[in-house]
């Protein structure tokens, strides 16, 4: 690519670099390339332009909001594009206190733990079974999951709501960790990745006189850990920003997790905004640290498996 | 051996028990059924929230695959700060659905929103994007393309970085222009990964439920009820409750995205052939 973008490029340089040497003239262009070596050209200025762009309009509304949630309501009604007067910390103090937001807080964060580390279980233990035993029955299963994943749980919410109804976990917080957490994604990825893990390894496992559970627990685990990892990056981003599926099962404000209590909230007019704005602005920040830590996996795991 | 055959049977069971579930669920929707479907396909609302959810479809669909492709390209060129502008790019992924709602019905919002008070400022007057249907359903289509582009772009650039340099020498040498290579040889080869991101953007787009709920609710008239939401306020909402029609539009929603699967399994076929 390098070469073809210089060579592509070269008929551009005339008339660009004929401006720097006139900048040359007075003083030294008011821009240089990181290397040093070469002017960027017009066309990676545009380009570079271009992308600045597009990253303004992605993260503005979100470095917006987060100043927002500083100002006082007589600011955020009367004056929407003044910037706030002080680091003003009362819609945090007021939004944590008026509302439950530690009850939720702590919600989400046992849903999302415990649905995460069920998921990887139920799909490690699945996974294995469809990758590496002969069983009568195994390749009509594995369609199955195959077309539960292309189903919405949109499409399905009434039926399972009835299952979830049938055992009694209505407005638990189970309700909100074990049907989430059997899914057929993560059973499809580790039976993908297990397949890729030599029978040998596992012959040779056995050959030594490991039991099946050992060698799937000392031998098979520790193989698969990128999997894993990226299954657990991606459930925990499902988990945390979940919505429809809790606004059916939680039905009482103690078993609400973040995102219902924030949804709920902001469609109701008597709720004052400073106070929703903060608890977005604190909603957000444990994923996007997350991000910032794992960043490099999860673009790994969008590349590996074409999911978010 | 069989132990933990069984081990491994038994949560694969209890798993996708749901989709058991799904059809025995189905069918007394089916039994007592004809008369929900005669019931669904008489119903004005129905029909609307079918309209709506095509237009908001099309819409997503098709900017998103022109922005994304449009991205990625831009993301592939550049050397200067890559991993900054590909985070950057993503951030908005990450938020949920529902908090992106919250977020850009406080941009929008008409009396108190950053927007209008900017285009005010212009002398451009104020759009009222909520307010009015068709504005609405603009308004929607951006915020998902707002908070879905990064995820779809990156899906590209991967695409993008899997073609063989060669190729482009060799264009190269033939005295292709930038513009003809990007023709014959970058969307030709991109084309499988443009397919996933049309058919996975597709299905995100018929399910496209949880922003709506808190940037419009659906409204205003109905102007942004799509069809999850219609299926959610017949299932749940009480006035509406009509459990009936509510598993007639989960069966008709099925039938679509099902179709939608298969045609997209065919052509991905056909691609594999070529």
Same mark, same amino acid.
């Given at each position: 690519m390098t070469t073809v973008d210089s060579e592509r490029l070269s008929a551009w340089r005339l008339p660009f670099s004929t401006r720097t040497r006139r900048n040359n003239g007075q003083q030294a262009p008011t821009w240089t390339s990181v290397s040093g070596r070469r002017v960027p050209s017009p066309w990676s200025v545009l380009r570079t332009a271009a992308l600045i762009g597009m990253v303004l309009v992605a993260i503005t509304p979100l470095i917006w909001i987060a100043l927002g949630s500083f100002k006082n309501l007589t600011q955020l009604l009367g004056s929407p594009l003044s910037l706030p !007067?002080?680091? =003003?910390l009362s819609n945090y103090k007021g939004g944590f206190e008026q509302f439950d937001f530690l009850t939720y807080l702590r919600n989400s964060t046992v849903v999302t733990i415990s649905a995460t580390a069920l998921t990887l279980v139920l799909s490690a233990t699945a996974g294995y079974g469809l990758a590496k035993y002969n069983f009568r029955g195994r390749d009509g299963l594995f369609v199955v999951v195959l077309a539960t994943i292309m189903i919405p749980i949109q499409v399905i919410l009434v039926p399972i709501f009835q299952v979830v109804v049938d055992l009694h976990l209505v407005d638990s917080l189970w309700g909100l960790i074990i049907p989430p957490a059997a899914t057929p994604t993560g059973v499809f990825l580790m039976r993908q990745y297990f397949?890729?893990? +030599?029978d040998e390894l596992i012959e040779a496992a056995r050959v030594d006189g490991a039991g099946e559970f050992r060698t799937f627990w000392r031998i098979v685990l520790p193989n698969a850990r990128p999997a894993l990892a990226v299954l657990a990056i991606i459930s925990i981003g499902w988990r945390w920003n979940d919505f429809i599926w809790p606004l059916i099962v939680?039905? !009482?404000? =103690?078993?609400?997790?973040l995102p219902l209590a924030l949804g709920l909230l902001s469609s109701?007019?008597?709720? +004052?905004y400073n106070f929703i704005l903060a608890m977005v602005v604190a909603s957000m920040i444990p994923v996007v640290f997350m991000f910032l830590f794992l960043q490099r996996h999860i673009i790994k795991g969008i590349a590996m498996t074409g999911l978010k | 051996m069989v132990a933990v055959g069984l081990f491994a049977l038994w949560p694969m069971v209890n798993g996708f028990r749901e989709s058991f579930y799904k059809e025995i669920a189905g069918q007394p929707a089916q039994f007592d059924g004809l008369s929900n479907y005669r019931q669904i396909v008489t119903d004005a609302a129905f029909w609307g929230a079918v309209r709506n959810t095509f237009e908001f479809v099309i819409g997503f669909v098709v900017l998103t695959l022109i922005l994304a492709t449009l991205a990625a390209v831009l993301l592939n060129a550049q050397k200067f700060a890559k991993g900054f502008f590909r985070a950057a790019i993503y951030? $908005?992924?990450?938020?949920a659905p529902i908090v992106v709602g919250i977020l850009w019905n406080w941009v929008l919002n %008409?009396?108190?929103?950053v927007l209008d008070a900017i285009l005010h400022k212009l002398g451009?007057?104020? $759009? /009222?994007w909520l307010v009015q249907p068709h504005l609405a359903m603009i308004a929607a289509v951006f915020v998902e393309i707002w908070a879905t582009l990064g995820f779809y772009s990156l899906i590209l650039l991967g695409g993008l970085q899997s073609i063989d340099p060669n190729l482009y020498d060799a264009a190269q040498v033939d005295g292709a222009s930038a513009w003809s290579q990007f023709v014959y040889i970058t969307l030709p080869s991109l084309r499988p990964m443009m397919l996933l991101v049309v058919i996975l953007s597709m299905i995100t787009g018929f399910q496209a439920f949880e922003f709506l709920y808190t940037l419009t609710g659906g409204g205003p008239l109905g102007g942004t009820t799509l069809i999850v939401q219609y299926i959610y306020d017949h299932a749940f909402? $009480? %006035?509406? /409750?009509n459990f009936g029609l509510a598993l007639a539009g989960s069966v008709l929603l099925f039938l679509v995205l099902m179709a939608l699967t298969l045609v997209s399994f065919v052509a991905g076929r056909r691609r594999g052939a070529a």
């Open positions: !007067t002080s680091l =003003n397949l890729s893990i +030599p939680a039905q !009482t404000p =103690n078993v609400y997790t109701e007019q008597a709720v +004052p | 951030v $908005p992924v990450l938020i %008409p009396t108190s929103g451009l007057g104020q $759009p /009222l909402v $009480p %006035p509406n /409750l």
